[in-house]
């Protein structure tokens, strides 16, 4: 069976890969090791809850006069999405520095509260948003290929090299100010000091400008749409399909499943990051992709506690959709808390805040999420494996309630907890990380963007988070769109 492109996986940056192909009319396969779409992005029931796995809010889908690149990407392949504004609400706790916070409201609130908690802190914050909206344009142009970046972006090159702690400082925020931006992107990661301040400005940006959303619809109907639409374009996509070789034959790639059957394509896209695919799929001995490899970190893997409680949020007092425990205000100290097991960084979620109807009447689903850097699960095996994670969820729920005075424990009607492990198995990810790599020093956004055609593998390519622009759904998305773009245009020169 011979096709134009195979796609291996029906993640996000799978899913949007073979959205743009089909619709460009290629002929293309997706080949799905799981029995529905979505990869991270999916939903599972207990009890009478449903929760969904990983998705709370959806950056660069934007608003009003900030329209991000998946509405218009949506926009283009006829998707709809009814997505629900999520407050910028947060509720943060340092437990050295017994700082305490609830930043809330539009970000002129969020203004005054940095001023009243150091001064100096607005005229500086607001001379920060314009950077991030030059810095913004100038990725776009660069996206596209535009010339004279550096008449037309002077910020953007004068911070290229810069780190984010670095960055900040320059632009005079005061200390306080720039630690509670850092505990948002903690995600990515790296320290403020490692993390590039391109790639902080971008989520900056998006943050504040185009704003997270969450989703009326249950994650698992999202990736069910962009199934479907892929479907109606013409895509083809075959599930319970697990890609077990990718081989070279001739200048054509082969793609065999467990069970044997091949199919043939002149461009294979993973959906995977290239640590998996050149372990696990490329029999070959390839030394670029191995030299390749050696110079990128994984990012981190984390432990989920799905908690579906019968008590409404407001009678439990979880008012805020996100909550932050960390150990120190300092971000460097927190990264580094997460090489090891004894840790207090938290992130709490309470979807009910901005979507009532995501649970029963009554009822609250929260989510609690720890990180944990890529090898820390490395000396769990079968024997402590269930006696870990027990000890760890029971740990992280008494730390969130003593944390934040709010009783949950008493109200638990269904708890699941995942693991890397469960990630792992699931998606294939390697030590069931979250993050894809991590965006440190060089390897960040910009260099990956730049070096890609220089990197590039002949007739293989990767989407999703391990790909140019990083994790997220967002990132993933986009990169499925990107790249394949690139491979429609290398086309076109090669016709
Ligand atoms: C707890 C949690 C919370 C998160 N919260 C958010 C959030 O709020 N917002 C956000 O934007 N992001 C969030 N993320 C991250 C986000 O979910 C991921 O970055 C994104 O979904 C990854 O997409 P991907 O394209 O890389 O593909 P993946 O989801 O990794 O999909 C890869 C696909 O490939 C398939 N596959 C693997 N191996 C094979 C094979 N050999 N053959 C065939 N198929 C194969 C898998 O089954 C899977 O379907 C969260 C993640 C987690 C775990």
């Not at 096709?3 to 029906?10: F, P, R, S």
């Not at 749409?225 to 374009?233: C, I, M, P, Q, T």
């Not at 199919?263 to 993973?270: D, F, H, L, P, T």
Request: charged letters at 25%; aromatic letters at 12%; glycine letters at 6%.
């Amino acid at each position: 069976m011979n096709y134009d492109y195979i796609i291996v996986g029906a993640g996000m940056g799978g899913l949007s890969a073979g959205l743009n192909l089909a619709f460009n009319h290629k002929k293309v396969l997706i080949l799905e090791k799981n029995s529905l779409p979505g990869g991270f992005v999916t939903t599972f029931k207990r009890g009478r809850f449903e929760f969904d796995t990983s998705l709370y809010d959806l950056m660069d889908y934007g608003r009003d006069n900030h329209v991000g690149s998946l509405q218009r990407l949506f926009k283009k392949y006829n998707i709809e999405l009814d997505p629900l504004l999520i407050p910028y609400n947060i509720r943060i706790k340092s437990l050295d520095d017994n700082f305490e916070e609830v930043i809330k409201g539009e970000i002129d609130d969020w203004v005054l509260r940095l001023e009243e908690m150091q001064s100096g802190s607005m005229s500086t914050f607001r001379s920060l948003l314009p950077v991030l909206k030059e810095i913004h344009e100038a990725l776009n142009a660069l996206r596209k290929n535009r010339k004279n970046i550096e008449k037309d972006f002077p910020n953007f090159i004068k911070y290229l090299d810069k780190n984010a702690y670095e960055a900040l400082l320059d632009l005079n925020i005061p200390d306080k100010t720039i630690h509670v931006l850092g505990y948002i992107w903690i995600e990515i990661g790296s320290p403020l000091n490692k993390l590039s301040f391109i790639d902080f400005a971008e989520c900056m940006y998006k943050y504040i400008f185009k704003r997270p959303v969450a989703l009326t619809e249950k994650s698992i109907d999202l990736s069910l749409k962009l199934a479907k639409r892929y479907e109606e374009l013409g895509g083809k996509i075959h599930y319970r399909s697990c890609v077990s070789e990718i081989k070279d034959i001739d200048g054509k790639k082969e793609v065999i499943l467990t069970d044997g059957t091949t199919y043939k394509a002149k461009e294979v896209i993973c959906n995977l990051s290239e640590r998996y695919v050149f372990k696990n799929l490329i029999k070959e001995n390839h030394s670029f992709a191995n030299q390749k490899e050696n110079a990128r970190t994984l990012s981190m893997n984390g432990l989920v506690i799905y908690l579906g409680l019968n008590k409404s949020y407001q009678d439990l007092k979880l008012y805020n959709y996100r909550y932050y425990q960390f150990q120190n205000l300092n971000s460097a100290t927190n990264i580094k808390s997460m090489k090891k097991f004894s840790h207090h960084t938290i992130e709490a979620i309470v979807p009910n805040i901005v979507n009532e109807s995501c649970s029963p009447k009554n009822t609250t689903i929260l989510v609690l999420k720890t990180l944990y850097m890529s090898d820390v699960w490395n000396n769990v095996n079968k024997t402590n494996y269930y006696q870990t994670k027990e000890m760890l969820a029971n740990e992280l729920i008494e730390e969130f309630e003593n944390a934040f005075n709010i009783d949950i424990k008493e109200y638990i009607e269904e708890m699941e907890i995942a693991t890397p492990f469960t990630f792992e198995k699931y998606t294939n990810s390697i030590n069931g990380n979250i993050f894809g790599y991590m965006r440190l020093g060089y390897d960040n956004s910009i260099h990956r963007l730049i070096s890609y055609e220089e990197e590039r593998i002949p007739h293989l390519s990767f989407v999703g988070s391990s790909s140019l622009f990083g994790s997220g759904v967002d990132n993933a998305f986009y990169s499925g769109y990107y790249i394949t773009e690139k491979l429609l245009e290398e086309e076109r020169r090669n016709d």
